[in-house]
């Protein structure tokens, strides 16, 4: 027998319940329902609709926008794992839009343009979950003091150089690890510095852990990109350009999904990454001047 | 008597471990063959029932579990778990396997997206207080054979919860929500269901 099942629909426990299910799992961008079903059968555990990869917004410039309806509909009817699109950061209309479709999870990403240079959406707003980027501690913090229910480390979209990605999960986590050796008193001064809410610091200093599961993005193209970042403690992994960019993308679907299980067997390592054919291209992110990096992109 | 194993392929299986380390249970993860010795009990975790299916494939582990459940492995699932248990499923996808172990049809996907994932306060034969359940994306029992005991259903008789001998498989995650009293039913049906590891 079940009581309030009405009325606890959307809940923060619901909504960071999908995230803590895509645990250990790869979330992979799509531009096609062909594509999704690729990447499905590959074991995707979710997929990220798109009208663009990172590397082709990059390439072809211009504005970036919420994706076509048409394109989001065909793409969850043709998966049966969750489905994800993206949002620009602060355009809470897309969101709304993207929720009336039935979307599983909001990317609020800075892989598109973004809307407002202020403000985020205030995602507590919605009864869908959200899913946010962030570079540091500081910002991840006041993506969940928005709501969001789930965390990515930013890296550098489209690129295919993993070191981006890299150096914002050595960040976050390493902020983690120092915030839980400080003391009670001197936490003050670390919100303050974060710019987040004193609350929220001492929880993650009491916990010595984030409060919500964190996915790494943002340059992952070889199955040994993913298993790095799942050695450093991500929870999961997005690849983006990294599997459609490349020269067998179902075999290096399968490929990452198997690095990132087994993230720690150097022997499974090994087997997964032969015979892939070309890896994506890849721009190094040194070269990107820097207006074009969209990681500093969300405040 | 050994650990009790979890499936660590993908999924929420770290809640799983926490949960029977909290009961003061032994627990050990599970991703190749090898581990899968000596265990006096089995859980499949929540995660994504396509993704877990194929993974057990690749490293070797589908053909030893589904023997294991053969000869009494006591074997517990949540959600996604619950899907691999069933010897029937509904809205899977073409290539997509079970173990099987519950005669029971199961519908993946149940309720539709995650808008309509919730959490509910579940009476389970069995446990006297009311048990706080997370449903995400979950799947239901939509038939049950003639040797399955239904333990839980929803306000409209939906089913939840079976078990059949050794195999308990369930539509929700009592490890998201702090609860620990199915995890201890299941560590009591690991000490009386009788299995011996070796023959």
Request: glycine share 10%; charged share 25%.
């Amino acid at each position: 027998m079940t009581d309030k099942a009405k009325d606890s629909k959307s809940t923060p426990l619901v909504k960071r319940g999908l995230a803590e299910m895509l645990k250990g799992g790869v979330i992979m961008d799509v531009v096609t329902a062909d594509q999704a079903k690729i990447a499905e059968d590959a074991g995707a555990v979710a997929v990220m609709a798109l009208e663009r990869v990172p590397a082709d917004i990059r390439a072809q410039g211009g504005v970036a926008r919420m994706s076509d309806p048409d394109l989001i509909d065909q793409i969850i009817a043709s998966v049966s794992i969750p489905v994800m699109a993206k949002a620009r950061i602060g355009h809470f209309v897309e969101a709304q839009i993207l929720q009336s479709l039935k979307v599983d999870y909001i990317d609020e990403s800075e892989v598109l343009s973004p809307a407002d240079y202020v403000h985020h959406i205030d995602k507590w707003k919605f009864d869908v979950p959200f899913v946010c980027g962030a570079t540091n501690l500081g910002e991840a913090l006041r993506r969940v003091t928005e709501g969001a229910a789930m965390l990515r480390s930013k890296g550098e979209a489209g690129t295919g150089d993993v070191s981006e990605a890299m150096k914002h999960i050595r960040t976050i986590l390493g902020e983690v690890r120092a915030l839980s050796s400080k003391s009670e008193d001197e936490l003050y001064v670390a919100a303050k510095e974060l710019q987040a809410p004193l609350e929220l610091v001492r929880e993650v200093a009491r916990t010595g852990k984030l409060p919500l599961v964190l996915f790494t993005a943002g340059g992952i193209a070889t199955p040994a990109d993913a298993a790095l970042m799942m050695q450093m403690g991500a929870d999961g992994v997005f690849v983006g350009s990294g599997i459609f960019k490349s020269g067998n993308p179902a075999a290096r679907a399968s490929a990452i999904v198997k690095a990132t299980t087994s993230f720690d067997d150097p022997d499974v390592l090994a087997n997964v990454s032969r015979g892939l054919g070309e890896a994506m291209v890849g721009i190094n992110v040194a070269d990107l001047p820097a207006p074009h990096r969209l990681s500093e992109r969300g405040w | 008597m050994g650990p009790i194993g979890v499936l660590c392929l993908q999924g929420d299986f770290r809640e799983h471990l926490q949960t029977f380390e909290a009961l003061g249970v032994e627990t050990v993860r599970v991703r190749k063959p090898a581990d899968l010795e000596g265990l006096k009990g089995l859980v499949i975790p929540g995660g994504e029932s396509t993704v877990i299916d194929k993974l057990s494939s690749t490293f070797g582990l589908r053909d030893p579990i589904i023997e294991l459940i053969g000869r009494g492995l006591p074997v517990f699932g949540t959600c996604a778990g619950l899907i691999l248990l069933a010897d029937r499923i509904v809205d899977g996808v073409a290539t997509q396997k079970t173990f099987g172990g519950l005669d029971v049809t199961v519908q993946r996907n149940a309720f539709g997206s995650q808008l309509e994932s919730f959490e509910a306060d579940i009476r389970f034969e069995g446990i006297e207080e009311p048990v706080r359940a997370a449903f995400i994306r979950a799947p239901i029992v939509l038939e049950t054979g003639p040797e399955v005991s239904v333990l839980a259903t929803l306000n409209d008789g939906r089913v939840v919860a079976v078990r059949q001998g050794n195999v308990l498989g369930i539509s929700f995650h009592p490890e998201v929500t702090g609860e620990t009293a199915i995890h201890e039913y299941f560590a009591q049906m690991c000490k009386t269901v009788d299995f011996k590891s070796r023959n």
